[in-house]
């Protein structure tokens, strides 16, 4: 099955720094990499995707990069301010043989913006 | 729209006691449905899902039960709880690649 790797666990930048996050994944066969915040207490909400025909995507201050070859994808948040500490999870999903697929995510990334 | 209800909010239940946590989708048809764990400061364990009524797969083994009697309805069930059992549970559904929407969670604390 599908194993989502995600590092770094806990990333702490200044305000208006750049926060990197990056995940890996196993099975190939994946072909959509959402990304999610998770602010404490609620659930998670989608920030930005990208499908496997795409290498990069950008909205506003938040850009995600795939790399199928490698098997890898970023998210990039530029001019960090403190409303973006949250928990983000990275997740990969692919199309199941007769139907339906499946959403595997990362162990999630606590960052902290501080001032 | 679409709309996905999670109940209930939180919930306080001993051990050994059973669990019923329920979920339902309003505003599509034939959702892929979802159950994930996330114990605290922890990432999302997937549990169960659910391709349509009747069809589940299991994740990991554990204590836990899924069910889909209708197609917009997917419960999680326990006969016994452990102690184990504490965290935060997200049902989630999903139609096609596209964006996952998540219920409000559950948050059951096992004592």
């Known amino acids: 099955g599908e194993n989502v790797e995600q590092h770094p666990s806990t990333l702490s930048v200044q305000e208006g720094d750049s926060a990197v996050i990056k995940c890996t994944y196993s099975?190939?066969?994946?072909?959509?990499f959402p990304w999610y915040k998770q602010e404490l207490g609620k659930r998670p909400q989608l920030i930005i995707d990208?499908?496997?025909?795409?290498g990069e995507k950008k909205d506003q201050r938040i850009a995600v990069t795939l790399n199928k070859t490698a098997k890898h994808f970023s998210l990039h948040i530029t001019e960090t301010q403190p409303e973006d500490s949250a928990v983000y999870f990275c997740?990969?999903?692919?199309?199941?043989?007769?139907?339906?697929?499946?959403?595997?995510f990362g162990t999630g990334t606590q960052l902290k913006v501080e001032l | 729209s679409q709309t996905i209800h999670q109940w209930p909010a939180t919930l306080v239940q001993p051990v050994g006691s059973p669990l019923s946590l329920e979920c339902t989708v309003e505003g599509t048809s034939n959702p892929n449905l979802y159950w994930y764990r996330q114990a605290a400061g922890r990432g999302l364990q997937l549990l169960f899902y659910?391709?349509?009524?009747?069809?589940i797969s299991s994740e990991v083994p554990q204590n836990l039960s899924a069910s889909r009697p209708q197609d917009r309805q997917f419960i999680l069930s326990s006969k016994k709880l452990l102690l184990s059992d504490s965290g935060f549970y997200l049902c989630a559904w999903m139609r096609g690649n596209t964006e996952a929407f998540f219920g409000q969670g559950t948050r059951l604390t096992v004592v």
């Open positions: 659910s391709v349509g009524i009747g069809q």
């Open positions: 099975d190939s066969a994946s072909n959509y």
């Open positions: 997740a990969a999903a692919h199309i199941l043989t007769g139907g339906g697929n499946k959403l595997t």
């Open positions: 990208i499908r496997s025909n795409v």
